[in-house]
């Protein structure tokens, strides 16, 4: 996981996760890339402090166990295929995102 001062702004987010996209297997680079892209295009106008402090650790997070998972492939001598990887990722992010906004909303 990153320091806080690593991740100081969003732009430093941004880089941050477009490096541990470098560390996935080559062709799911780019769609990782873009779906970074298009989150941080979706979210480019949020200005609350704690809404941009949960989503930076849920993406610090999400790139950590997409990483693991990755790596988990590769210890067993898997091949994650392209739609495999992608699908299995978007119902797990979904459903670890359910978790902790449930837990978020908690007051």
């Given amino acids: ?4 001062k690593l991740l100081q702004t969003s732009l430093h987010l941004y880089a941050y996760l477009l490096r541990k996209v470098r560390l996935l297997p080559a062709e799911v680079q780019p769609y ?4 970074i ?3 941080f295009r ?3 106008d949020e200005d609350d402090p704690e809404n941009i402090r949960i989503m930076t650790s849920t993406a ?3 790139m950590d166990w997409l990483l693991a998972k990755v790596t988990t492939f590769f210890l067993h001598g898997l091949t994650p ?3 495999v990887l992608k699908m299995a990722t978007e119902v797990e992010l979904r459903r670890r995102r359910r978790r902790s906004n ?6």
């Fill in 1 to 4: 996981m990153a320091g806080s």
């Fill in 32 to 35: 990782y890339r873009n779906y």
């Fill in 37 to 39: 892209r298009q989150n």
């Fill in 42 to 44: 979706q979210h480019a």
């Fill in 60 to 62: 610090i997070s999400d």
């Fill in 81 to 83: 295929q392209l739609p």
């Fill in 102 to 107: 449930d837990r978020s909303c908690v007051i």
